[in-house]
């Protein structure tokens, strides 16, 4: 059997029917094995960090794997950034590379290139895997092949990357005869490690039944765990309200009333209020960066027993302290939580979810007053979801779209939001929406860009007009890279280089349609609605540029040295204080 119809047989067990890639020479040996197969599909990208994302998001919506293909050289290296988000955000990708042929390779000699193209992209790509090797041996291939998806998934998942040689690819190998991992010491190894356990309970239970003020804080680990309905389950149990952070926005739907939406820098006031308030803190899933705490750590959740549970032991103490830290998967530490939970009665805090709602009235996300006509991107995203139907998949790129429609597209029943967090790769939603649409075929995916980040990765609208996805493009366009430009407002006295000065965004309709997108213009909130209503029920693929002022801000803000409940702009003093039931901070 050819080795290269060895690996798309493998890829295929795995539960994968689509490989990301944009062909070169050092892997045609690969994509040639798909050719005549229905089980699996090559989609042609336009770049490779595009086809890296769009692996990314297929394996966030699959709950499995991703797979993403790229030749040796320049097409490795364009795969980076999508191998780092899948790093940071614990995404299980298998990321195959090829290699010029071994008799070409330089291996130890103290060259920089002998083959055309030759990239040791295991040294680039070691500290943002959890597996990266060079295949050398074609009888080694199923024990690396196997070694890597295990890695990929087990514990915090994230990204392994296998490089393949040419020469090993079109190699002839015995398949009955090849060894495997699973009947290796080092796999016996790995699953003698110490096992996560569930520990201190009562002791848990104990602190949730004594708090006045409990919140769950969820984060990303919640869905990477696929404990979204244990989730569910202890909400509606305990009726404890829930904030998230950025990538835990998903976890739960957010019409349930306990929901009290994102915290952290570019959180809602009101979620922020909520989180400095509690006298008891669930931390699920979560790094806890300072993008939740702000630049004060130590002033975080101060008055709150907190309580950490996450699958990684280095995320444990490490920024925030807490009263009990558990290594341990979400997924049976709420199932056993759950069960205890059965025991006692549903806690009375029903002045305690009077005051959240106080908050979240008092303090909406607006931009501008609703009577004015002028968009306000919290309103139009407000407006865009409620357009949206159950089950739709809405993926965000970075700069101040995400965090407008982080604040305020409100999720339904069955939605998913993928966001590239700990990455923050501009470029980011429009092939992660073509991913989505490929593992959940026939679901609607509502792509939300700026007219910075959308132009990143621009040339897969082509792609997605090929494969007549039914992806909806909303780019909030301020002909400015707003995010960047407000902080130099804020910071740089206004001087605007490269984010106003020196930046130009060009007709992006015009492109739109030049790729065979049918493409609207909304300008004002009047009629906005009825455009957004017949873009969701055209078929296919469309694109809406959504025209802003070029001074837009995302408010509320978190600048430094401030705890999470004193953003920008500031409440007045007297104002905070009344809303505060605990100490607030003192100023330095």
């Given at each position: 059997?050819?080795l290269?119809?060895?690996?798309?047989?493998?890829?295929?067990?795995?539960?994968?029917?689509?490989?990301?890639?944009?062909?070169?020479?050092?892997?045609?040996?690969l994509?040639?094995?798909?050719?005549?197969?229905?089980?699996?599909?090559?989609?042609?990208?336009?770049?490779?960090?595009?086809?890296?994302?769009?692996?990314e998001?297929?394996?966030?919506?699959?709950?499995?794997?991703?797979?993403?293909?790229?030749?040796?050289?320049p097409?490795?290296?364009?795969?980076?950034?999508?191998?780092?988000?899948?790093?940071?955000?614990?995404?299980?990708?298998?990321f195959?590379?090829?290699?010029?042929?071994?008799?070409?390779?330089?291996?130890?000699?103290?060259?920089?290139?002998?083959?055309?193209?030759?990239?040791?992209?295991?040294?680039?790509?070691?500290?943002?895997?959890?597996?990266?090797?060079?295949?050398?041996?074609?009888e080694?291939?199923?024990?690396h092949?196997?070694?890597?998806?295990?890695?990929?998934?087990s514990?915090?998942?994230?990204?392994?990357?296998?490089?393949?040689?040419?020469?090993?690819?079109r190699?002839?190998?015995?398949p009955?005869?090849?060894?495997?991992?699973f009947?290796?010491?080092?796999?016996?190894?790995?699953?003698?490690?110490?096992?996560?356990?569930?520990?201190?309970?009562?002791?848990?239970?104990?602190?949730?039944?004594?708090?006045?003020?409990?919140?769950?804080?969820?984060?990303?680990?919640?869905r990477?765990?696929?404990?979204?309905?244990?989730?569910?389950?202890?909400?509606?149990?305990?009726?404890?309200?829930?904030?998230?952070?950025?990538?835990?926005?998903?976890?739960?739907?957010?019409?349930?009333?306990?929901?009290m939406?994102?915290?952290?820098?570019?959180?809602?006031?009101?979620?922020?209020?909520?989180?400095?308030n509690?006298d008891?803190?669930?931390?699920?899933?979560?790094?806890?960066?300072?993008?939740?705490?702000?630049t004060?750590?130590?002033?975080?959740?101060?008055?709150?027993?907190?309580?950490?549970?996450?699958?990684?032991?280095?995320?444990?103490?490490?920024?925030?302290?807490?009263?009990?830290?558990?290594?341990?998967?979400?997924?049976?530490f709420?199932?056993?939580?759950?069960?205890?939970?059965?025991?006692?009665?549903?806690?009375?805090?029903?002045?305690?979810?009077?005051?959240?709602?106080?908050?979240?009235?008092?303090?909406?996300?607006?931009?501008?007053?609703?009577?004015?006509?002028?968009?306000?991107?919290?309103?139009?995203?407000?407006?865009?979801?409620?357009a949206?139907?159950?089950?739709?998949?809405?993926?965000?790129?970075?700069?101040?779209?995400?965090?407008?429609?982080?604040?305020s597209?409100?999720?339904?029943?069955?939605?998913?939001?993928?966001?590239?967090?700990?990455?923050?790769?501009?470029?980011?939603?429009?092939?992660?929406?073509?991913?989505?649409?490929?593992?959940?075929?026939?679901?609607?995916?509502?792509?939300?860009a700026?007219?910075?980040?959308?132009?990143?990765?621009?040339?897969?609208?082509?792609?997605?007009?090929?494969?007549?996805?039914?992806?909806?493009?909303?780019?909030?366009?301020?002909?400015?890279?707003?995010?960047?430009?407000?902080?130099?407002?804020?910071?740089?006295?206004?001087?605007?280089?490269?984010?106003?000065?020196?930046?130009?965004?060009?007709?992006?309709?015009?492109?739109?349609?030049?790729y065979?997108?049918?493409?609207?213009?909304?300008?004002?909130?009047?009629?906005?609605?009825?455009?957004?209503?017949?873009v969701?029920?055209?078929?296919?693929?469309?694109?809406?540029?959504?025209?802003?002022?070029?001074?837009?801000?995302?408010?509320?803000?978190?600048?430094?040295?401030?705890?999470?409940?004193?953003?920008?702009p500031?409440?007045?003093?007297?104002?905070?204080?009344?809303?505060?039931?605990?100490?607030?901070v003192?100023?330095?």
């Amino acid at each position: 059997m050819k080795l290269s119809d060895y690996v798309i047989d493998f890829i295929a067990k795995q539960g994968v029917s689509h490989i990301f890639e944009f062909i070169g020479g050092a892997i045609t040996h690969l994509l040639d094995s798909t050719i005549d197969r229905d089980d699996i599909q090559c989609v042609s990208v336009h770049h490779e960090q595009s086809g890296a994302f769009a692996a990314e998001a297929y394996a966030r919506i699959n709950g499995r794997l991703g797979v993403a293909m790229a030749t040796s050289g320049p097409g490795a290296l364009n795969m980076v950034a999508g191998i780092g988000s899948c790093w940071f955000d614990s995404v299980p990708c298998l990321f195959i590379t090829g290699q010029v042929n071994t008799y070409e390779y330089k291996f130890e000699r103290p060259i920089r290139q002998i083959g055309f193209q030759e990239t040791d992209i295991v040294s680039v790509v070691k500290p943002l895997t959890k597996y990266a090797e060079l295949v050398v041996d074609a009888e080694h291939i199923r024990y690396h092949l196997e070694k890597a998806v295990y890695l990929a998934q087990s514990g915090r998942p994230g990204p392994v990357l296998l490089d393949i040689p040419m020469n090993i690819q079109r190699a002839q190998i015995e398949p009955e005869q090849l060894e495997s991992f699973f009947d290796s010491q080092e796999y016996l190894e790995l699953q003698a490690e110490k096992p996560c356990r569930v520990e201190r309970l009562d002791e848990i239970v104990n602190l949730m039944a004594a708090a006045k003020r409990p919140v769950i804080l969820a984060g990303g680990g919640v869905r990477t765990a696929q404990a979204a309905a244990e989730l569910q389950q202890l909400v509606k149990a305990t009726g404890i309200p829930v904030v998230s952070s950025l990538m835990g926005l998903d976890a739960v739907t957010h019409d349930n009333r306990e929901f009290m939406g994102m915290i952290g820098s570019y959180g809602n006031r009101y979620s922020n209020l909520t989180l400095a308030n509690c006298d008891f803190l669930l931390i699920l899933g979560s790094r806890l960066d300072s993008r939740q705490t702000g630049t004060r750590p130590e002033t975080f959740a101060r008055a709150a027993k907190k309580v950490h549970v996450d699958i990684d032991p280095v995320e444990l103490q490490a920024k925030v302290q807490v009263d009990i830290a558990m290594q341990c998967h979400i997924k049976p530490f709420l199932q056993a939580l759950n069960g205890k939970l059965i025991q006692i009665g549903k806690p009375d805090i029903n002045d305690w979810l009077n005051v959240l709602e106080r908050y979240k009235e008092k303090y909406p996300t607006r931009m501008n007053p609703a009577e004015s006509d002028t968009i306000d991107p919290n309103r139009f995203i407000e407006v865009l979801s409620a357009a949206s139907s159950e089950g739709d998949i809405i993926t965000l790129d970075v700069g101040q779209n995400q965090m407008w429609a982080a604040q305020s597209f409100h999720l339904k029943k069955g939605q998913r939001m993928l966001i590239s967090g700990g990455m923050g790769a501009m470029g980011f939603a429009l092939p992660a929406a073509m991913g989505a649409a490929k593992a959940a075929p026939g679901t609607t995916v509502i792509a939300i860009a700026g007219d910075g980040g959308i132009q990143v990765n621009i040339q897969d609208l082509d792609t997605i007009v090929q494969h007549r996805l039914p992806v909806k493009i909303f780019t909030l366009n301020n002909n400015c890279l707003g995010m960047v430009r407000q902080f130099q407002d804020m910071y740089f006295d206004g001087r605007q280089q490269s984010t106003v000065v020196g930046y130009g965004c060009p007709d992006l309709c015009r492109i739109a349609e030049a790729y065979g997108l049918p493409a609207f213009t909304i300008g004002n909130m009047e009629g906005a609605a009825q455009v957004i209503e017949r873009v969701m029920a055209l078929p296919g693929p469309v694109f809406v540029n959504v025209i802003l002022e070029q001074g837009t801000c995302v408010n509320p803000k978190l600048v430094v040295n401030k705890p999470i409940e004193d953003m920008s702009p500031e409440l007045d003093r007297e104002e905070l204080a009344r809303e505060m039931l605990i100490e607030m901070v003192d100023e330095d």
